[in-house]
């Protein structure tokens, strides 16, 4: 068990650039969570995948934000036209049967 | 999800134990409480959760009172590593609601490790 993975860990733009993310959960997770972190501030949900089926989003989730999750294993976190207020870490966590969440290292992102 | 309550911050000496706070007054019967921390720059990470019973794993204990109106974290020997953010969440789990329910994180407390 390799546990959850973000990649890239750091990603610097220019505002108005789009920037994609990508997780790679648990093997056999079939949960797939995305959670946003401002500085100071305790992680906030953005959006929920279970298997392919994205089931909830976040009224966080602008329209500029959009998740996919293909074939109910890795997923995307693409932001488009970036703000300067989308600078955050973004963290992606996976669960299973026990419905406990693990969460990857994060992808922080730096909007100039 | 009921609402919990922590101190912002908390110090420890290094090799004793740490004990956390949590108030979740409004808890229901069917809420867990769970603990995740997050090392500075990292992502969080799970500890412990537990409904009613007091648990216990290679982590840490979880003191749950038995109105389950509070609870209380402990590190029995910290070391210094254990200087994080520690978040005490309440939440339905999400295979007794049908649906997942995704983790709603407080402020969380900061707790110190001193040498």
């Known amino acids: 068990d390799t546990g959850v993975s973000q990649d890239p860990r750091h990603k610097i733009t220019k505002r108005g650039q789009n920037v994609t993310f990508r997780c790679d959960p648990i093997?056999?997770?079939?949960?797939l969570y995305w959670y946003r972190q401002t500085l100071g501030q305790g992680p906030e949900f953005l959006t929920y995948?279970?298997?392919?089926?994205?089931?909830?989003k976040s009224r966080l989730l602008s329209d500029r934000f959009s998740a996919e999750r293909p074939k109910g294993s890795f997923s995307t976190l693409e932001i488009q036209r970036t703000e300067q207020g989308d600078s955050a870490m973004y963290l992606c966590?996976?669960?299973?049967?026990?419905?406990?969440?693990?969460f990857g290292p994060g992808t922080r992102l730096t909007v100039l | 999800d009921a609402k919990t309550t922590q101190p912002p911050s908390m110090d420890c000496a290094e090799g004793r134990a740490a004990n956390l706070p949590c108030n979740h007054s409004?808890?229901?019967?069917?809420?867990?409480v769970y603990w995740y921390r997050q090392i500075h720059s990292q992502g969080p990470q799970y500890i412990i959760h537990?409904?009613?019973n007091n648990e216990t794993n290679e982590m840490a204990s979880l003191i749950i009172t038995e109105d389950r109106k509070s609870s209380t974290l402990i590190l029995p020997h910290a070391t210094l590593r254990d200087t994080a953010v520690y978040y005490c969440?309440?939440?339905?789990?999400?295979?007794?609601?049908?649906?997942?329910?995704?983790?709603?994180f407080g402020s969380g407390t900061q707790l110190t490790v001193l040498p």
């Open positions: 966590a996976s669960s299973y049967l026990t419905d406990t969440q693990y």
């Open positions: 093997s056999e997770h079939n949960r």
């Open positions: 995948f279970q298997n392919e089926a994205q089931l909830e």
């Open positions: 409004t808890i229901s019967g069917n809420e867990y």
């Open positions: 537990g409904l009613k």
């Open positions: 969440i309440v939440r339905v789990a999400g295979y007794i609601s049908g649906s997942a329910r995704q983790l709603t």
